[in-house]
C-alpha cells in the first residue's frame, strides 16, 4: 500500500520557521514528480511548490517564493519543504503529493490533476 505520511507542522509566530517532511513508504518516488499544496479553510487547495526527481527542477507559487524551498532525498524517498518567514496567510493544511508516472528529470508540475497520490495533510498555524 503506497503511503504519503506528512509531518512537521504546528504553532508558529509570525516571521518564524517551520520544515515539514513528506516519507512515502510502498513504492519508491525516486522517477517521479512531487509537490506540495495547501488548504485552507473555506478555500480551495492550491499549489505551494514543486521538484522534479532530479531534485534541482523547482517551481514555487508566488505567494511563497523566496520564503519556500523544496527539497528532497531520493535515498531516503523523502520530500521536505523548509519554510521561513511565516505570514498568517500562510496558515493552512499542507499536503504533499507525487506524481504516479515517471517523467523527464527537469518535469515538475504546479497541476492538481497531475498527482495521484497524496498525503493526510499536516496543519500548520500562523499567529500574528
Do not use: H
Amino acid at each position: 500500500q503506497v503511503q504519503l505520511v506528512e509531518s512537521g507542522g504546528g504553532l508558529v509566530q509570525a516571521g518564524g520557521s517551520l520544515r515539514l517532511s513528506c516519507a512515502a513508504s510502498g513504492r519508491t518516488f525516486s522517477r517521479n514528480a512531487m509537490g506540495w499544496f495547501r488548504q485552507a479553510p473555506g478555500k480551495e487547495r492550491e499549489f505551494v511548490a514543486g521538484i522534479g526527481w532530479n531534485g534541482i527542477s523547482t517551481y514555487y507559487a508566488d505567494s511563497v517564493k523566496g520564503r519556500f524551498t523544496i527539497s528532497r532525498d531520493n535515498a531516503k524517498n523523502t520530500m521536505y519543504l523548509q519554510m521561513n518567514s511565516l505570514k498568517p496567510e500562510d496558515t493552512a493544511v499542507y499536503y504533499c503529493a507525487a506524481d504516479a508516472n515517471s517523467g523527464g528529470a527537469y518535469f515538475v508540475s504546479a497541476l492538481r490533476s497531475q498527482y495521484e497520490y497524496w498525503g493526510q495533510g499536516t496543519q500548520v498555524t500562523v499567529s500574528s
